[in-house]
């Protein structure tokens, strides 16, 4: 087992700061066509050295290896990493650790192949890594400078990968550390315990055997085989509680040098101040706390008596921002909009699209809506939505089917893959969703409603109708939570509705909101699902859509502004959803009976057609015995009523015998629904015409006429 050594860092003015090199570049020193630096690096002991990246390729630093001795068990690492000079611009390679928290090994592969096996070998060392990657099986990772580094890197580009394989050098050190590393992952990170994975080396492997080196000759193993079989973290170490107990005291012991006030601005790193709910942000974890949870966590850290929260919020540079959103329009971390400081916590999801056939995607769309126009309308939906996260459509498809199975879950889950689990509601009731507590809108954007079915009540109907509709328009959203402050959220969530119900909501066909559509009601057997659900499940299909939803040319950019496409489907729910009042006159009124007879005895009023509210609203109640609200029968009037003249007056006044003068609505013959639509409706042009001609006193004189109406007036009809 060899020793690592440590070295000091070269001091640097604080002009310097940190930068990341250029895709592929290395400090001169390691260009190895020049024989000078051949041989100065042999002198200094060079053994190897390797480059470590961000996820898009660009150098974060150096790992130089050294041996120290002629025996090569003494090794020291020294860490190349490049600054720049703020003051003049300078640029330079410097023997000196790049910032903490540093990246880990092997990033860009990792990210070019997460969608492919989505595991992850983590192993000590880069010697193994590298070995290990030559075999192109599963993407490797490991950390620099040795076992009690580990800790001292950032470990999040894993989270997002299903299962972390921790492969330790079979030696009680690299044990240690990757015990470490599995508290960290699971503590600090959130990693279920279930997706970290141990390979247990096998007892009659060599001291400190790891991936770079061959199996025993005697071994009926290979190393594949060990690693594939790595079995659950918690089942392989029984005991781990008792050992991350063990390290906590340790960590805490070796903590206790160093002073509080800089322990506490090193956390403070990670952290955002947001003043309108007096909260932390750890952005890093994407997580807010509360300033009482912080204190309590880090009660050992009081500086001078003086709570944590406080000392950290008295120091000027410590990071601040008045509110926080996830926009996807902005760069991760703190931004000013027009004057506004906002934290952004937005993370873009890790798919990475592929071209592939669509056919499986296609032919569902076009299965559900029984509509080549309707299926390409909501796939330009679907990709408007993608391709301008960050920006808000003004309606939303209602989709309504009484049959279930018939592929909506499908479709649901390929846009869940495409926008990542962290910014997709894919499975909201919409009782959650109007509900007091509605902070699931939080870093949404977009979100699947199912179960839309509000009440058999018409009132309760309509008001629960109204409580989505600002979801849906409305740019900001004042979020309710549970002992946290109120505050509004910049709302940039689309939606699409779902409902099993044919008179699931209550719109009217002025609806601006919904664009409604009755899907298929053929279930289709398995037969049909089993190859798409391989497809997406097995062969990437999400990605495929990805690829083609972000690609895809939106036909009318400008539609999403405007109101939602009118269908047929929307008038017959509009229709469904009406109040039973306007129901019954209507029904009278296409009868001409009730409150609409055209012919009566001494006793009642003939309908001429025009109405004023307050006697129809007697004659429903009174007369009809109907129980309802004058406001109810004031906005049929309103919703049936003509113009008079002008496109706009929708009521006239009009003088009674008694010298009364209500305004009256105009209301003309219906057309016949048998009649030749090309031919002249003659009643109501006739009506229409003639009251529009007469004055407030031949109105007066026309809507008081009991038994038959006889034209009397000057002109001829």
Known sequence: MSTIKDYKDKKISENWKYVLGDRNEEPSTFDFSNERNIKAKKAKGYADHYRYTDQEGNTAFIVEKQYTDDSQQEKKFILHSKWKNVVNGQKKWIAKKAPEPRHIYNLEAIKAANNKVNKVVVVEGEKAARAYAKRKLYPVTTWSCGSYCVLKNDWSPLVEIQDIILCPDNDALGVGAMNKLAMHLHEDLGVELDRIKWVDIPEDFPESWDLADPVPKNSSIDTHTLVSRAASYAEVIENYKEIWDEIKVKKIKKEVDISKAERLLT??????????????????????????????????????????????????????AYTFEYNPKRPLGIVEVEGVTRANRYKKPNIVGRVGDIKHWKENLENLCEDEDRAHQNEQYFAWCLQNQGDKANWTPLWISTARGIGKNYVTRILTDCYGIKNIRPNLKYKNVVGKFNSWIIGAQFAVVNEIFISKNYNKKMEMSEEIKDLITEPYIHIEEKFRRGFDYPNTCNFILISNHEDCMNIDNGERRYYVQKLADKIRPREYWKPKWDWVLNDHGAAVIYKHLMELKIDDPDMYKDRAPVTDDMKELADSADHPIHKWLDEHRAAETGPFRR?????????????????????????????????????????????????????????????????????????????????????RDYWLEMLRTKTDTELGTIYETKGTFKNTFKKNY
């Open 267 to 320: 956390k403070g790193e990670d952290l955002i101040y947001i003043e309108e709910l007096d909260e932390f942000l750890d952005l890093k974890k994407d997580k807010l706390i509360p300033l009482k949870h912080f204190d309590h966590s880090n009660l050992f850290l009081k500086v001078k008596g003086e709570n944590p929260s406080t000392f950290l919020l008295k120091q000027e540079e410590f990071k601040r």
């Open 599 to 683: 012919q009566g005895s001494s006793e009642w009023k003939v309908f001429n057609f025009m109405v004023v509210a307050a006697d129809l609203y007697r004659a429903v109640t009174g007369g009809f015995k109907q129980e309802t609200a004058f406001d109810t029968v004031l906005d049929w009037c309103k919703k049936r009523g003509h113009d008079w003249k002008d496109g706009k007056t929708k009521t006239k006044q009009i003088r009674l015998s008694n010298g009364e003068r209500p305004r009256a609505y105009l209301l003309p013959p219906l057309a016949d629904p048998e009649a030749d639509p090309k031919l002249p409706n003659k009643a």
